[in-house]
């Protein structure tokens, strides 16, 4: 049975169960509705927060990849100027090695200049003596053959060595010994530029295969008897005390012929500042004894010594040099390989991950593939 009523607005008659179930269903739609909004608005939540990690994400990820960019940029460029470095410094090195080695070549090539000059000029002083000595007499020429060609190397080499004396020191007095007159060859009367005579050098020269100590004693008798001031021995073979070219045994200087000028220079020097010291003050020793104290002290040997020494350590310390700068720059190019290798390690790692979004290094790429990259013709894959 059914119920009617009227409205009281409008004044319609309805049924009192229509409206009722029309209230419900009105009611059960807005509540529906309600829901499905809550949930919606639910969704669009958890969309928003998805959306914004994974944005959070890609920004962390794009944000390391430039840094790492950044890093390899910044590698390449320190490598690049180290290389740049490294090549300046391989440069000047090769530059100094070449101007040594230069140096070196052009002071062994001198030196077999002299050695060959020297050898050449006994040589033609050996072929004039033999030739003189031959016009004198047949019966000479064959005595001294007789007695080899030792004495002849040896007069050889005192007659070239007085003729090298008269011609370093033409204000001195450069004579000959008469043979059996003293065991010593040639006597240096030093003289002054005012010619006052300083002092006296006896010279003996030897052109033997072996040192005899003999020689010492006997020159030294020779100097007591010529009442001269220094002995000294030119000598192709040297003693213990003379390895380096030149020395001082029990008081005699020992010298070798290519040392026998700088040997003669120091000692007429030591003559003229004694004679100039001598002349300053009179109350002195005598000169012969102040001259034969300095010449024969440690301290002038030290300093003669001290010159060879200079040079052989010198040539010594070029060779040393030259083997350091080498084998520091073979380890630096070593390292310089080990970085560039891992740099293009990191960049293919990179590269294989973010594609082409990775900016390419040509330094880092071969000729042909730069274009291909460019163009977009290289898969990432």
């Given at each position: 049975m059914k119920s009617t009523i009227t409205c009281p607005h409008c004044g319609k008659p309805f049924e009192i169960t229509d409206a009722f179930k029309q209230g419900l269903e009105n009611e059960a739609l807005v509540h529906e509705r309600e829901k499905h909004a809550k949930e919606l608005d639910e969704l669009k939540k958890v969309v928003?927060?998805?959306?914004?990690?994974?944005?959070?994400?890609?920004?962390?990820?794009?944000?390391?990849?430039?840094?790492?960019?950044?890093?390899?940029?910044?590698?390449?460029?320190q490598l690049r100027k180290e290389k740049n470095k490294l090549d300046d410094e391989?440069?000047?090195?090769?530059?100094?090695?070449?101007?040594?080695?230069?140096?070196?070549?052009?002071?062994?090539?001198?030196?077999?200049?002299?050695?060959?000059?020297?050898?050449?000029?006994?040589?033609?002083?050996e072929k004039d003596t033999i030739i003189e000595s031959l016009k004198k007499s047949l019966e000479d020429a064959q005595r001294k053959a007789n007695q080899g060609s030792q004495q002849l190397q040896g007069e050889v080499q005192e007659l070239d060595l007085e003729e090298t004396f008269r011609q370093s020191f033409p204000q001195d007095t450069i004579e000959p010994v008469g043979k059996g007159v003293l065991g010593a060859d040639i006597r240096q009367i030093v003289k002054s530029p005012m010619g006052i005579v300083c002092g006296t050098i006896l010279w003996e020269s030897k052109r033997t295969k072996q040192w005899s100590d003999g020689w010492i004693s006997k020159l030294k008798n020779d100097v007591l008897s010529d009442k001269a001031n220094i002995p000294a021995i030119v000598s192709e073979v040297l003693p213990e005390e003379a390895k380096n070219g030149m020395g001082l045994k029990e008081g005699v200087?020992?010298?070798?012929?290519q040392l026998a000028i700088v040997l003669a220079s120091l000692l007429?020097?030591?003559?003229?500042?004694?004679?100039?010291?001598?002349?300053?003050?009179?109350?002195?020793?005598?000169?012969?004894?102040?001259?034969?104290?300095?010449?024969?002290s440690h301290d002038f040997q030290n300093q003669i010594e001290a010159m060879i020494r200079t040079y052989t350590t010198m040539q010594d310390q070029i060779k040393k040099e030259r083997a350091s700068f080498e084998r520091s720059w073979a380890l630096r190019e070593q390292q310089v390989q080990k970085l560039i290798s891992g740099v293009a390690g990191m960049y293919?790692?990179?590269?294989?991950?973010?594609?082409?979004?990775?900016?390419?290094?040509?330094?880092?790429?071969?000729?042909g593939m730069i274009s291909d990259i460019e163009d977009g013709t290289v898969d990432d894959n």
């Open positions: 928003l927060k998805e959306t914004s990690e994974e944005m959070k994400i890609l920004k962390e990820e794009n944000e390391k990849k430039q840094k790492e960019l950044d890093l390899a940029r910044a590698t390449e460029l391989r440069r000047a090195f090769e530059l100094d090695k070449q101007r040594q080695l230069d140096m070196e070549r052009e002071k062994i090539r001198q030196k077999t200049l002299d050695e060959a000059a020297e050898k050449q000029h006994l040589k033609d002083k200087w020992v010298t070798s012929p007429r020097k030591t003559l003229l500042d004694v004679a100039k010291q001598k002349k300053i003050a009179l109350n002195q020793q005598s000169k012969a004894e102040e001259l034969y104290t300095y010449v024969t293919g790692s990179m590269q294989g991950i973010a594609g082409q979004a990775l900016p390419v290094i040509q330094s880092l790429e071969l000729p």
